[in-house]
């Protein structure tokens, strides 16, 4: 039904960059709200950042929101993560989500998931 595929994670130097993609695919995306969250060993998966395919309206954790930046390209139903400034902390399984529910802070509000990609951040 919803099929999201996420990819350009690697492993990259303290300081460096990344641009995550999420390739989604499905019948209408034009009223959700897409989301990326993370995944350290031996933590919860958190919240990184969530975009509205209508209207592109943005939220950020406050950890990140000086570095990341979410954008989104409709017309090839592809999310992204700039990823600047990475630091050892940010490494993570990052994980691209899509929902409907209006809670763009909590996994909960989000009924689709990718695979994930990892991002290995060495100092």
């Known amino acids: 039904q919803v099929q999201l595929v996420e990819s350009g994670g690697g492993l990259v130097q303290a300081g460096g960059s990344l641009r995550l993609s999420c390739a989604a695919s499905?019948?209408?995306?034009?009223?959700?709200?897409m989301g990326w969250f993370r995944q350290a060993p031996g933590k919860e998966r958190e919240f990184v950042a969530a975009?509205?395919?209508?209207?592109?309206?943005?939220e950020y954790a406050d950890s990140v929101k000086v570095r990341f930046t979410i954008s989104r390209d409709n017309a090839k139903n592809t999310v992204y993560l700039q990823m600047n400034s990475l630091k050892p902390e940010d490494t993570a399984v990052y994980y691209c989500?899509?929902?409907?529910?209006?809670?763009?802070?909590?996994?909960?509000?989000?009924?689709?998931w990718g695979q994930g990609t990892r991002v290995t951040v060495s100092s």
């Open positions: 989500a899509a929902g409907r529910s209006g809670i763009v802070y909590s996994r909960l509000g989000y009924d689709y």
């Open positions: 499905g019948r209408t995306f034009s009223t959700y709200v």
């Open positions: 975009i509205r395919w209508s209207g592109g309206s943005t």
